[in-house]
């Protein structure tokens, strides 16, 4: 063929392909088919609901109560994950607190243990909000508890003798440590509640004659609510005023080392349906009376004492500790008694169990979380601070953990019972209502609040779960993605 064809030919196919390529070009463009002047799909409007406080702890440790990047609520379902469903038009209780005890032990400490600027620089952390945890909830001992340096009440007499009127009753061993801390957490957080329980009555009243075992004499009921009335009236002239009371810490319980008593369910009844019950009304005291003060297992002890008409008609509610049992016997008594309070007031780490990542579950996933979805108006834990040696204790635990723990030297260390606490109390404030939210699924448990003075929500979130969790929080017509990590704590909080 000669070479002029061959180029004809060739400049003819070029002139066709670049036809067909113009072609299309043309045709893509008028279909939208991604040149340039193409019709996209406009991307996703920013969120514009309300902005989301994050704060989070994690399973290492390596995050402790950390703020993280603040996230906002926009409108849709969220897409997929785990569903957290919050209604703040489903209000249950309202919240008394989050806090600890102002122990002998702890009230030492920080008085003693610490400068002055040291110690109102913990108090501000402990009691204070923005900065501090908002602690809002604390309990007091009548006289002593294994956590104290000797063994007294508030009405010692020698062996043999008796004070029937209360003539010898006196809080001056208040007065060098506890009053002087729980009047400074007062002062930071005028809504701090205090409640007080005796770990014993003073020894004269008692079949022992002692403040170690035993139980009340029938002769002492009187003068023992006579106790309580002369404690409440004191502290009130102090200015602390005392919030509630329970008969008796432990009373199914006589420890061999340190004060204790029994009272069972009949001596109870009787002793607040015929004594101090009357004795509170006719004298104007409005502290509340709460029964048991003990564990979940002992469930059917208040539900005798409830069911006692004389002696219900004066108890407020059910305090509960952990030690024994399940959280879940608080809803089993409060569905039998479901005007009465359910609080929990006590329950101590310690060296039994040492691993953060299972104490952080642990704590906020029973104590905060199911604790206050099973009733609860609040949490207490036990000792508010405890040195390096796990005391200063005489008798009783050898190994328990405050909230925080003050070393020689004045060293603080914040223990994971602070920041389980802090999860809630920093944000949770008192005269809150817990409200509706979704919990137990893919290993996701949560507890929901609405704050009573700006109406802000608080969502505490743990995830049980081996994996990390793509939660989807819908409110409100709204929603809001969180990726949780495996065996972490976040509380999700916004106005």
Partial sequence: MPPNVSARRMDTVMKQTAYVYFASLVLATTCGGGGKG?????????????????????????????????????????????????????????????????????????????????????????????????????????????????????????????????????IDPNRAAVLPTVKQALSINPQLKVMASPWSAPGWMKTTNSLIQGTLRPE?????????????????????????????????????????????????????????????????????????????????????????????????????????????????????????????????????????????????GTLIIQSTRNWSKGALYWNLALDENHGPHLGGCGDCRGVVTISAGGVITRNVEYYSLAHASKFVRAGAHRIASTSGIDGISSVAFKNADDGSKVLILLNTAANERTVVVRWSGQFVNYVLPAGAAVTLHWS
């Fill in 38 to 170: 193409a019709t996209e799909p406009p991307p996703p409007p920013p969120p514009t609901g309300p902005i989301v406080d994050v704060w989070v702890s994690t399973a290492s440790g390596a995050k402790k109560l950390t703020q993280e990047t603040d996230i906002r609520f926009g409108t849709g379902t969220g897409g997929t994950g785990t569903v957290i469903a919050v209604d703040d038009a489903q209000q249950f209780q309202e919240i008394i607190g989050f806090g600890a005890a102002i122990t002998d032990a702890s009230a030492y400490l920080i008085q003693t243990k610490l400068s002055a600027s040291a110690r109102d620089a913990l108090m501000q952390d402990l009691f204070g909000r923005n900065p501090g945890i908002g602690l809002s909830f604390t309990r007091l001992t009548i006289g002593a508890s294994d956590f104290s340096q000797t063994h007294y009440s508030l009405d010692d007499m020698p062996v043999g003798q008796t004070d029937p009127t209360l003539a010898q009753f006196s």
């Fill in 220 to 364: 002492a009921f009187g003068p023992f609510a006579e106790y309580f009335k002369r404690y409440i009236q004191a502290y009130a002239t102090e200015g602390v005023p005392i919030y509630a009371i329970t008969v008796q810490n432990e009373p199914h319980f006589e420890p061999a080392n340190y004060p204790g008593m029994s009272l069972d369910t009949a001596q109870r009844a009787k002793f607040v349906g015929e004594n101090l019950g009357p004795l509170f009304a006719n004298s104007g005291i409005q502290t509340k009376i709460w029964d048991l003060d003990h564990n979940w297992d002992l469930y059917w002890s208040p539900m005798n004492v409830l069911s006692h008409s004389t002696a219900s008609q004066y108890i407020d509610g059910v305090a509960w500790h952990c030690y024994g049992g399940d959280v879940s016997a608080q809803i089993t008594v409060h569905n039998a008694f479901p005007t009465k309070d359910a609080v929990f007031t006590e329950c101590s780490g310690g060296e039994w169990a040492t691993n953060w990542s299972e104490n952080l579950k642990w704590f906020v």
